[in-house]
């Protein structure tokens, strides 16, 4: 028992998505990982059970597991991003479950922003179609570290290997447009089993991992910035207590690198150097913390700092800017404005900017560059150029996801119309 | 160089402190909503910790149907003893005193969906404009659908199917006057994330989740705690077991499981082996299918 408890504690985390529509067999695939490892309960499957009678479906209809809202079920189809969970012995699993039509691009790239992986399902008898290519690409555009093509339906191919490198051939065609290092291909039958939890007897001709093993042991320790260090100040700690008296803290999550008592760093925006003197977690005082740990942080000299700051490790600044060049999803019914003045959200940093610019637009389902047509509405991708009130302490997001990403709001509705990847 | 391991509870665990530390600095008056279940429990241990050594910079709210078990307001009181915060209740009984809303009758009478009413008056009076809560995406389908920042409209509503994006780890909690947001730290995590979690960091818990003996009965498949102001039904019998609390909710709906686990081990285990989800025993989402996306949608926690 002892030992089993402790095995607990010493998973890592892995935050993957999905997208597809539900004739690919999505749902199915996700089905049938939550079922193997244990994550679907009795209850819930009786429920399911009973809603798919109720509309009269021939066979369990696994999607109302993650189709939660009465909308959703009515109209059989995923609106909204459903996150499920779950975990084997080696890892925890997040899989961001998003809709995979071009309507749906919004929730694709919401999904996308916080994912290590990437499982883009392909059904063999059609061979890679428009939706693969924009699956893949929101996937490089968000920057996700690795992707899983799962050439799915294997079993209606009769486990046909020439079909198989057919379609990796097409997808590797195309791949050099896209900007993701780490492609995988995986011939699975989500519906029949095979590759997905056990090795398929049916295709002796593949000698690689199944998905489930392929999702356990990828190795994500090198996904994360663990060069630049990044601490957006959150928080200002001061407790005014008569044990704490003079104690001030800045709190808030390492978004980069890793930081060490005594070193070295540099705060913004305004640029006087310091150093760490402690890092404190809780009634803990670590010698170093590194990305994604939530601390808190005092430094040796007394500095003015506040929320929207940025501490960083000297030997490796920041970009400063207001000028700011970038991708952006547009999430709103309301168009992108040109000339429109927006609030925006970067790191902990509040501010506000103009939209300067439209360079083009790219349509996701062929990746082409439209410098003609500048119309920017919901669902739609651009690079764009603005201008903020305040610089920004940042990188480009193919460098550090979090310090080179922000939102933009729209200041009447209060709505978050889009994301952005500065570039 | 030092090698740096973050297992997946320390990684769910920094999430949570910064999704907290956002509403501190993004609201001018959050509370933490505080039922006395583990949740709650863990929720202010990762106050706490993301405050450290500066108190919890919120305070404590407590909506109290009147049916509880006994042990859960000690636990509750000396909790916010322990940590200084600020405690407020708020009584369901009030709210019927007032001729707000009308005590269900019956054999099924629960004061679970009222809580709402007095929820929003608390809101209201006190110009919330965050309320944190330990709700989870895993535990209902309906919550699989939360933000951790989730919009609450004036009248204190949930619409599911517009809700604001969320991305990265950027939270928009921008809202009109007499708005507020449901804030949910604890959204990724699952019921053995937080049992592991309260196992790592030992965390204290109240008695009744570790197997105790307990009048109990049976109901539509579900063993509930014998209370002295639950009707019985001519067939049901009163019996004693051995029983645990998995989740702690109002009596009137909260099941409970027959159990003899002694230990956060022995949960752990039984947790792992289990067949059934922990609101499987709650009568008030058995009501009907959407029961919990409509009363979420109406303001609920």
């Known amino acids: 028992m002892e030992n089993k408890t402790k095995g607990y504690l010493d998973m890592e985390l892995l935050r993957f998505t999905t997208a597809g529509s539900v004739d690919d067999g999505k749902s199915t695939l996700i089905g049938r990982l939550l079922y193997d490892s244990k994550a679907i309960f009795e209850d819930q499957l009786e429920s399911i059970e009973r809603t798919s009678k109720k509309r009269g479906d021939e066979h369990v209809d696994l999607a109302l597991l993650t189709d939660g809202l009465r909308a959703e079920r009515e109209q059989g189809i995923t609106i909204d991003v459903a996150y499920r969970y779950f975990a084997t012995p080696k890892r925890k699993f997040i899989i961001a479950d998003t809709p995979g039509h071009v309507q749906y691009t919004r929730n694709m790239v919401t999904g996308a922003s916080t994912a290590n992986l990437a499982l883009i399902l392909v059904d063999a008898r059609n061979g890679v179609v428009e939706q693969t290519l924009r699956h893949s690409f929101i996937a490089s555009l968000l920057q996700i570290p690795h992707v899983i093509v799962c050439i799915n339906k294997m079993d209606l191919v009769d486990y046909n290997e020439d079909v198989y490198e057919n379609i990796r051939k097409q997808f590797m065609s195309f791949a050099p447009k896209l900007d993701i290092n780490d492609i995988r291909f995986i011939p699975i039958s989500a519906l029949k089993g095979d590759n997905v939890v056990d090795r398929s007897k049916n295709m002796d001709w593949y000698n690689g991992a199944t998905l489930l093993y392929t999702l356990e042991n990828i190795y994500i320790g090198s996904d994360q910035n663990h060069i630049d260090g990044r601490f957006p100040v959150q928080y200002v700690i001061r407790p005014q207590s008569d044990e704490f008296h003079d104690y001030r803290g800045y709190a808030g999550k390492i978004e980069g690198g890793i930081f060490r008592v005594g070193d070295d760093v540099k705060v913004y925006p305004s640029e006087l150097s310091t150093k760490i003197k402690t890092i404190d977690f809780y009634k803990d005082s670590l010698k170093t913390a590194a990305k994604p740990q939530s601390v808190t942080i005092t430094l040796e000299d007394d500095i003015d700092i506040s929320r929207g700051d940025m501490i960083v490790n000297k030997n490796s600044l920041p970009k400063v800017s207001q000028e700011i060049d970038l991708m952006v999803c547009w999430f709103n019914e309301r168009p992108l404005v040109p000339g429109g003045k927006y609030a925006i959200k970067h790191t902990t940093k509040d501010a506000r900017c103009m939209i300067k610019d439209i360079s083009y637009k790219v349509d996701v389902n062929t990746l082409e560059r439209n410098f003609e047509d500048k119309k920017v509405g919901m669902n739609d991708i651009a690079r764009i150029k603005m201008k903020t009130t305040a610089p920004l302490f940042y990188d480009s997001y193919r460098k550090n996801r979090n310090t080179g990403s922000l939102i933009i709001i729209d200041e009447s509705t209060n709505e978050t119309v889009a994301a952005g990847m500065i570039v | ?301």
């Open chain 2, 1 to 301: 160089m030092d090698k740096i391991i973050i297992n997946h509870l320390r990684e769910l665990e920094s999430e949570s402190i910064h999704v907290m530390r956002e509403v501190a600095a993004q609201f001018e008056n959050p509370v933490l909503l505080f039922s006395g279940g583990k949740d709650s429990i863990v929720m202010v241990h990762l106050a706490r910790k993301a405050f450290y050594p500066a108190r919890i910079p919120f305070p404590l709210m407590h909506i109290d149907t009147g049916h509880n078990f006994d042990e859960t307001i000690e636990f509750r009181d000396r909790l916010a003893k322990e940590t200084g915060a600020e405690l407020i209740v708020r009584y369901v009984q009030d709210t019927i005193d007032q001729g707000k809303v009308v005590e269900e009758t019956g054999i099924n009478a629960s004061r679970n969906l009222l809580q709402t009413t007095t929820l929003l008056d608390a809101i209201e009076d006190l110009k919330i404009d965050a309320a944190l809560g330990g709700g989870r995406r895993d535990e209902e389908k309906a919550r699989a659908k939360e933000r951790f920042f989730s919009h609450r409209d004036e009248f204190g509503q949930w619409d599911p199917k517009n809700q604001r994006p969320e991305l990265w780890s950027l939270y928009n909690g921008r809202k009109k006057l007499g708005e507020h947001f449901r804030v949910f730290p604890i959204s990724n995590w699952t019921e053995m994330d937080v049992w592991q979690y309260i196992y790592m960091e030992n965390i204290d818990i109240p008695n009744l989740y570790f197997t105790h003996k307990r009048k109990v009965f049976k109901r539509d498949g579900t063993w509930l705690a014998l209370a002295p102001f639950m009707k019985l039904k001519d067939n049901e019998e009163v019996v004693e077991m051995d029983v645990r609390c998995r989740t702690i909710g109002d009596i009137t709906c909260t099941g409970v499981t027959l159990s003899k686990a002694n230990t956060l081990e022995d949960i752990i285990a039984e947790i792992a082996a289990t067949r059934v989800t922990e609101r499987g025993g709650r009568a008030d989402d058995k009501r009907s299918e959407a029961a919990m996306e409509d009363r979420k949608k109406e303001g609920y926690f």
